[in-house]
Nanobody, 125 residues
């Protein structure tokens, strides 16, 4: 069964950058589209970005366009989320999820089947 592990979170000042990683084991990540989700305290989980299995299609929620970049290295079985110009409202637990190879959606539910545990990102001065 595919297992996902996120890393790279931490505390960063506004305007700073972080790169999150979503590493897979138990299967080949190149069979899955991957999406990143964020859950802020007291708020529902929201979709941030997605990338199809071959990297041909990427999708971003409006609030992160121009600041975040999703990419993947299938040889390393890893998907990345480069986050620049971070804002306090980017604070939350970031999780990755795997779904059908051509699925670009950002809704936090099916058909995303496999989920990681998440990594905390805190943007604060």
């Amino acid at each position: 069964q595919l297992q996902l592990v996120e890393s790279g979170g931490g505390l960063v000042q506004p305007g700073g950058s972080l790169r999150l990683s979503c590493a897979a084991s138990g299967g080949s990540l190149n069979r899955y589209a991957i999406a990143w989700f964020r859950q802020a305290p007291g708020k529902e989980r929201e979709g941030i970005s997605s990338i199809t299995a071959n990297g041909g299609v990427t999708n971003y929620t409006d609030s992160v366009k121009g600041r975040f970049t999703i990419s993947r290295d299938n040889a390393k079985n890893t998907v990345y989320l480069q986050m620049n110009s971070l804002k306090p409202e980017d604070t939350g637990v970031y999780s990755c999820a795997a779904g059908p190879p051509l699925y670009p959606g950002l809704s936090p539910g099916p058909p995303y089947k496999y989920w990681g545990q998440g990594t905390q990102v805190t943007v604060s001065s």
